[in-house]
């Protein structure tokens, strides 16, 4: 294309294009000047934000400041919690000033503006932090002195906050109630007014108390809370060194604190858990007067009978009961744990008896629990209760004797079980089987009875259970006794029949042999185990009669006997038949080695080398060949050249290889032996 006709707007467009540059520079010093412009007044309104903050902190400052002179002369419950409040307050504000204080540092940031320190704040936040401490830290140990000091067990509602709300509300109803007098382990009696509810309420109340006053507290947790509070005043009176009103406060609860720290052996003792009544008569033995723990009764007036005076002797009272009490606790909690262990039971095969199974874990917490309760009894703070803990150390030392013997027992019926099952071997075995029946009833019926309960505890609880299952082992150890001698007579009796003396059937194992004497029946269970009465008889060949008629190697070659057995004939004996079957197995081989021999001439020698087993061509060749060296040695006719043992291995290479020429299926293996 030489040329092209442009529209107008294509003209101004183009022209356009080449005075973009010069246009570029005046919109850039706009945007600049724009820029300029808003970030100055962005400047101007962080600078009066800053100094509205700074304004605003001086002010909260001279609220610190007047807090922080308090001085008060008496400290009372309204001043303290007034005290509290104003700290609230004020470390409310000064959070607020810090989130302020950030908010305007991160705006000085984005303006490239060196962050301001705002010191002032600073230092307000590190002298809030201990007077906050001081003043929550007094008024909690006045509120739980109150509590701890002069309370007793019927606590207002609102004196209940570190309790439930279950608590609060049975307290209360029971206050409602007409209670007008309670008394426990002295001689005074529970008296309401006709109301039953209250009653029912303070009988479930007063046991969760363990029918305590004030000694529903925690010890341990009020010694834990004051020694906090006291270590939380000295390093407030350290820290507070420039501040004497706050300083005072500090050492002046702090010296409160301390005589409450001389109170708390007494707490620990009245509040013990493990107190009983021996141990209150024990106490008021030392002290002097009856001392019982009266829901009524509060720390003060423990004080004021004189129990500091005695602590050392009351001390090691409540020592021995928080030993009790723990060998108790460990006592109610083995025993809780074996509430719900219960024992594993399988279904046996077909016999409509369950066996136990893993019980592997049981045997272990027997171990621990008895090395446990032998460890307990022979603690010194175990006399209050030696009969309870004396008696479940034997239920654990019973249970385990029990466990074992039943295991015993358990593993030797399941071996016999089958065996005895067995008509044929009950009939030759009358003596044991009679004891073996003994034995399957009892064993039924702690097996059924465990059925019903599996529960450990429950389980071995059966009616003189030990004395059963040591009798069935005793029983169970004389049929195995019996069991072994009649093996040891039928592995002995097959021998001494014939003129072959090693023992056939000390080649079984006993499993083995039963399983042989247990099915006389059937003949055909033998079969599996003949290679081992005899080392070249794989099987039998039976008939459809249940008549033996030959035998089978391992090659599959098969020699027929020179007669018939008859199994049914020996009434069970399997031993007697098989040596009917030793005897045809002698006979039946002679009979078949002196046809080969007289076959040999008759028959062409690559079929006789087929006709016959590969034992009898060895041996028919071999009297064949001493037969022609002896007739060769009379008749002075032997080769020169080679050999005859030579000669005659060429000729039976011959004979072999013409018979592979001609053989069929299996043969091959043994025509190449030969």
């Given at each position: 294309?030489?040329?092209?006709?442009?529209?107008?707007?294509?003209?101004?467009?183009?022209?356009?294009?080449?005075?973009?540059?010069?246009?570029?520079?005046?919109?850039?010093?706009?945007?600049?000047?724009?820029?300029?412009?808003?970030r100055e007044m962005v400047e101007q309104v962080l600078r009066n934000k800053r100094a509205e903050f700074d304004t605003k902190l001086v002010a909260h400052q001279k609220e610190l400041e007047v807090f922080k002179r308090k001085d008060p002369?008496?400290?009372?419950?309204?001043?303290?919690?007034?005290?509290?409040?104003?700290?609230?307050?004020?470390?409310?504000?000064?959070?607020?000033?810090?989130?302020?204080?950030?908010?305007?540092?991160?705006?000085?940031?984005?303006?490239?503006?060196?962050?301001?320190?705002?010191?002032?704040?600073?230092?307000?936040?590190?002298?809030?932090?201990?007077?906050?401490?001081?003043?929550?830290?007094?008024?909690?140990?006045?509120?739980?002195?109150?509590?701890?000091?002069?309370?007793?067990?019927?606590?207002?509602?609102?004196?209940?906050?570190?309790?439930?709300?279950?608590?609060?509300?049975?307290?209360?109803?029971?206050?409602?109630?007409?209670?007008?007098?309670?008394?426990?382990?002295?001689?005074?009696?529970?008296?309401?007014?006709?109301?039953?509810?209250?009653?029912?309420?303070?009988?479930?109340?007063?046991?969760?108390?363990?029918?305590?006053?004030?000694?529903?507290?925690?010890?341990?947790?009020?010694?834990?809370?004051?020694?906090?509070?006291?270590?939380?005043?000295?390093?407030?009176?350290?820290?507070?060194?420039?501040?004497?009103?706050?300083?005072?406060?500090?050492?002046?609860?702090?010296?409160?604190?301390?005589?409450?720290?001389?109170?708390?052996?007494?707490?620990?003792?009245?509040?013990?858990?493990?107190?009983?009544?021996?141990?209150?008569?024990?106490?008021?033995?030392?002290?002097?007067?009856?001392?019982?723990?009266?829901?009524?009764?509060?720390?003060?007036?423990?004080?004021?009978?004189?129990?500091?005076?005695?602590?050392?002797?009351?001390?090691?009272?409540?020592?021995?009961?928080?030993?009790?009490?723990?060998?108790?606790?460990?006592?109610?909690?083995?025993?809780?744990?074996?509430?719900?262990?219960?024992?594993?039971?399988?279904?046996?095969?077909?016999?409509?008896?369950?066996?136990?199974?893993?019980?592997?874990?049981?045997?272990?917490?027997?171990?621990?629990?008895?090395?446990?309760?032998?460890?307990?009894?022979?603690?010194?703070?175990?006399?209050?209760?030696?009969?309870?803990?004396?008696?479940?150390?034997?239920?654990?030392?019973?249970?385990?004797?029990?466990?074992?013997?039943?295991?015993?027992?358990?593993?030797?019926?399941?071996?016999?079980?089958?065996?005895?099952?067995?008509?044929?071997?009950?009939?030759?075995?009358?003596?044991?089987?009679?004891?073996?029946?003994?034995?399957?009833?009892?064993?039924?019926?702690?097996?059924?009875?465990?059925?019903?309960?599996?529960?450990?505890?429950?389980?071995?609880?059966?009616?003189?259970?030990?004395?059963?299952?040591?009798?069935?082992?005793?029983?169970?150890?004389?049929?195995?006794?019996?069991?072994?001698?009649?093996?040891?007579?039928?592995?002995?009796f097959f021998p001494r029949q014939f003129i072959i003396h090693w023992i056939r059937f000390f080649f079984l194992s006993n499993d083995e042999l039963l399983e042989i004497l247990s099915e006389t029946k059937d003949p055909q269970r033998v079969?599996?185990?003949?290679?081992?009465?005899?080392?070249?008889?794989?099987?039998?060949?039976?008939?459809?009669?249940?008549?033996?008629?030959?035998?089978?190697?391992?090659?599959?070659?098969?020699?027929?006997?020179?007669?018939?057995?008859?199994?049914?004939?020996?009434?069970?004996?399997?031993?007697?038949?098989?040596?009917?079957?030793?005897?045809?197995?002698?006979?039946?081989?002679?009979?078949?080695?002196?046809?080969?021999?007289?076959?040999?001439?008759?028959?062409?020698?690559?079929?006789?080398?087929?006709?016959?087993?590969?034992?009898?061509?060895i041996c028919a060749e071999c009297v064949h060949w001493t037969a022609e060296v002896a007739q060769a040695i009379e008749d002075s006719t032997l080769p020169v050249s080679t050999t005859y043992h030579g000669c005659k291995s060429v000729r039976?290479?011959?004979?072999?290889?013409?018979?592979?020429?001609?053989?069929?299926?299996?043969?091959?293996?043994?025509?190449?032996?030969?």
């Open positions: 294309m030489s040329h092209a006709v442009l529209t107008t707007e294509d003209i101004q467009l183009n022209s356009r294009v080449f005075l973009w540059p010069k246009d570029m520079e005046s919109v850039l010093e706009l945007s600049q000047t724009r820029l300029s412009h808003r002369p008496i400290l009372t419950m309204d001043e303290m919690v007034d005290n509290v409040e104003t700290v609230d307050y004020l470390v409310k504000l000064l959070q607020e000033d810090k989130r302020e204080a950030d908010a305007i540092n991160a705006e000085e940031q984005l303006l490239d503006f060196d962050p301001s320190p705002f010191l002032v704040l600073q230092s307000m936040l590190t002298l809030i932090d201990p007077l906050e401490k001081l003043w929550h830290t007094v008024l909690n140990f006045h509120k739980s002195h109150e509590v701890w000091y002069y309370d007793s067990l019927l606590l207002s509602n609102d004196r209940l906050k570190p309790m439930s709300g279950d608590w609060a509300v049975t307290v209360g109803f029971l206050q409602e109630s007409a209670i007008t007098s309670v008394s426990i382990g002295g001689n005074k009696t529970t008296d309401f007014t006709n109301n039953n509810t209250s009653n029912k309420f303070l009988s479930i109340f007063c046991n969760v108390c363990d029918l305590g006053s004030f000694m529903v507290l925690d010890a341990d947790e009020v010694k834990d809370e004051v020694e906090g509070m006291f270590r939380t005043l000295y390093k407030l009176a350290k820290t507070l060194y420039d501040i004497p009103g706050s300083k005072r406060v500090a050492e002046m609860v702090r010296a409160k604190v301390e005589k409450f720290r001389h109170f708390i052996p007494v707490l620990q003792i009245v509040c013990n858990k493990g107190l009983q009544d021996r141990h209150w008569k024990q106490m008021s033995k030392v002290v002097g007067i009856p001392l019982t723990p009266d829901p009524q009764a509060t720390l003060s007036d423990m004080i004021e009978i004189g129990l500091p005076k005695f602590i050392t002797k009351l001390e090691e009272i409540s020592v021995a009961a928080s030993k009790e009490y723990a060998l108790e606790r460990n006592l109610r909690k083995m025993k809780e744990e074996w509430d719900n262990i219960q024992f594993e039971c399988v279904a046996y095969r077909d016999t409509g008896v369950e066996i136990l199974s893993a019980v592997d874990d049981i045997q272990v917490m027997l171990d621990d629990h008895i090395l446990k309760a032998q460890t307990m009894r022979g603690s010194p703070y175990v006399k209050a209760f030696e009969t309870e803990m004396q008696l479940w150390e034997a239920k654990l030392i019973s249970m385990q004797d029990i466990l074992d013997s039943w295991l015993q027992c358990q593993v030797t019926w399941l071996y016999l079980e089958p065996i005895f099952s067995s008509e044929d071997i009950m009939r030759q075995m009358p003596d044991e089987s009679k004891k073996f029946r003994t034995v399957d009833k009892q064993w039924r019926a702690i097996m059924n009875n465990t059925k019903k309960d599996k529960r450990v505890l429950v389980a071995t609880d059966f009616k003189d259970m030990l004395l059963l299952l040591k009798e069935n082992n005793s029983l169970l150890d004389e049929i195995q006794k019996g069991l072994n001698d009649y093996l040891e007579k039928k592995r002995l079969q599996p185990h003949l290679k081992k009465c005899f080392e070249g008889i794989n099987t039998l060949e039976f008939t459809a009669e249940q008549e033996i008629v030959a035998m089978v190697s391992a090659e599959k070659e098969v020699v027929s006997f020179s007669g018939t057995i008859i199994p049914a004939d020996a009434k069970g004996m399997v031993e007697k038949w098989l040596a009917q079957v030793e005897e045809q197995m002698v006979q039946s081989m002679k009979d078949t080695c002196m046809e080969a021999i007289q076959a040999y001439f008759s028959t062409a020698k690559n079929k006789w080398l087929l006709d016959w087993p590969g034992q009898i061509v039976r290479g011959e004979e072999v290889e013409e018979a592979l020429a001609v053989e069929v299926g299996g043969e091959r293996w043994r025509l190449e032996a030969l």
